[in-house]
């Protein structure tokens, strides 16, 4: 912030996070700048002959732009007597009152500058500023109170589900400067954060780019191999078209041993020492242990006996969702929940080949064919056991792995760099738009480039 000035005189908050702010500035509580928290309503299901409205859930809330995303908006039929206090006007601040989780706190609160006509639903409650408060300045205040300052008394959890008792939250103290003051400061936030948000996304488009284009490569690599002078012949399968003509295309039931999961849950124990993988722990090619879950000895017995799945073979996620895959890590004591597959390879140096095809986009294509473009929610066991496969010569097993690996590393090390650019930059969007509404600098002088 060293290319920013600060006020000529600063006097204590009395607030401890706050800290010195403007002498000039107004210390109070949020209660003084809005008029309280009107709760919203669901309604009844939209007629086609009623004049629907929109109710606005906290699904609609774009967290990082502080406003309301238009798509997939919900209709419902609101008479005009429920909707007469609870419709909406430009410049209202709408606040999430209840849901959050483990990982996140409700709170968070936009800015509604639409015209079309819509209420909240029952979790959002509207917030409309007093007079001698600037609503764009008031979303950044709110937005800083819920990045982690906001009065956690206010905050009521039950059963999973978190409250905001709206009362003791708007008693949180905040600082205000005029609204003239307050406009300025919005202005040169909404400016500087479309510049940064601006650079996350081009960010965000270049690692979807990278996604696409390492997929891309290994498929080339898998189907195609390494040689492009080597001839071709027809694989037989539509999907895959040609492939080199020395390469076998057989089955998956043919080059490994493919062993499923039992139909069934075994039972969980707090205490258990056998890791139960579920389809929600294979994601992203790795094995995670987020929501982990543990049987006991008794368990792990009769949910192996087809086999404990050795390391270095492949977990597969046969539905929920459809196609996940995973190598088994060394010494980890664990069995297969619902829903999962194991492939042991009969060559163990066609594993990483059998791996790599896995993760290209032979395995969607695949999917695809199979259910006829509908969308598919998993695969039966005979549909797996078919899935075609090629198999190359064993030098070109290694080689074909050992480019990948490479390609891998380097799309990798591009991806995490994006990664911590974008990390970067939403650290200075938090810290830009704390010293702007905390008075921590000051913006009055401040012009829009296009108007110097």
């Known amino acids: 912030m060293a290319k920013y000035q600060q006020y000529e005189e600063y006097k204590d908050s009395g ?7 403007p002498s000039h500035w107004n210390l109070s509580s949020l209660k003084r700048c809005v008029d309280g928290c009107t709760n919203g309503i669901w309604g009844s299901e939209p007629e086609e002959s009623s004049d629907n409205t929109v109710v606005l859930r906290v699904a609609d809330f774009d967290r990082n732009k502080l406003e309301i995303s238009e798509e997939n908006l919900t209709l419902r039929n609101i008479s005009p007597k429920e909707r007469e206090n609870r419709l909406l006007k430009k410049g209202d601040l709408l606040i999430e009152k209840s849901g959050g989780g483990d990982k996140t706190l409700v709170g968070c609160v936009v800015l509604f500058e639409k015209d079309f006509r819509a209420v909240t639903s029952n979790f959002v409650a509207k917030m409309t500023p007093k007079v001698g408060h600037e609503s764009s300045f008031l979303k950044y205040a709110f937005s800083l109170l819920y990045d982690g300052r906001v009065n956690y008394a206010s905050i009521k959890q039950t059963t999973g589900i978190q409250n905001l008792d709206s009362e003791a939250y708007l008693m949180e103290k905040f600082v205000f400067p ?18 940064i948000d601006t650079i996350i996304e081009k960010q965000q488009t ?4 990278l996604k696409e284009k ?4 290994i498929s080339h690599a898998v189907t195609k191999g390494l040689n492009p002078d080597v001839p071709m012949k027809d694989s037989g399968v539509e999907w895959l078209g040609e492939v080199p003509e020395h390469w076998e295309v057989s089955k998956l039931k043919f080059v490994s041993d493919i062993i499923d999961c039992r139909n069934k849950t075994p039972e969980y124990f707090e205490n258990g020492e056998y890791f139960v993988v579920r389809t929600t722990n294979v994601r992203n090619q790795k094995l995670n242990f987020n929501g982990a879950l543990y049987t006991d000895k008794k368990n792990f017995d009769i949910w192996t ?11 597969f996620t046969r539905e929920a969702p459809t196609g996940e895959v995973c190598l088994v890590p060394e010494d980890l004591k664990f069995c297969m929940g619902q829903r999962m597959m194991n492939f042991i390879a ?25 259910s006829h473009g509908s969308t598919v ?3 039966r066991v005979e549909q797996v056991q078919n899935i075609p496969v090629l198999v190359p010569p064993s030098d070109e097993i290694s080689q074909i792995h050992s480019h990948i690996e490479k390609l891998k590393l380097s799309f990798d090390d591009i991806e995490l760099n994006a990664k911590k650019a974008i990390q970067l930059m939403q650290e200075r969007r938090t810290a830009l738009i704390s010293a702007a509404v905390t008075g921590k600098i000051d913006v009055r002088g401040w012009q829009a480039p296009d108007n110097i």
Do not use: M
Request: proline letters at 3%; charged letters at 20%.
């Open 178 to 195: 005029e609204k003239e003051e307050q406009a300025q400061i919005a202005n040169f936030l909404d400016h500087e954060t479309a510049q």
């Open 15 to 21: 607030v401890e996070w706050l800290g010195k702010i």
């Open 346 to 370: 009969h060559d163990q140096s066609y594993t990483n080949y059998l791996f790599d095809y896995l993760i290209s986009d032979c395995l969607d294509r695949y999917i695809n064919s199979v």
């Open 377 to 379: 929610s998993h695969l």
């Open 305 to 315: 006996q087809r086999g404990v799945p050795p390391a270095g073979s492949i977990l």
């Open 214 to 217: 390492r997929q891309a490569v």
């Open 206 to 209: 270049l690692i979807q780019l």
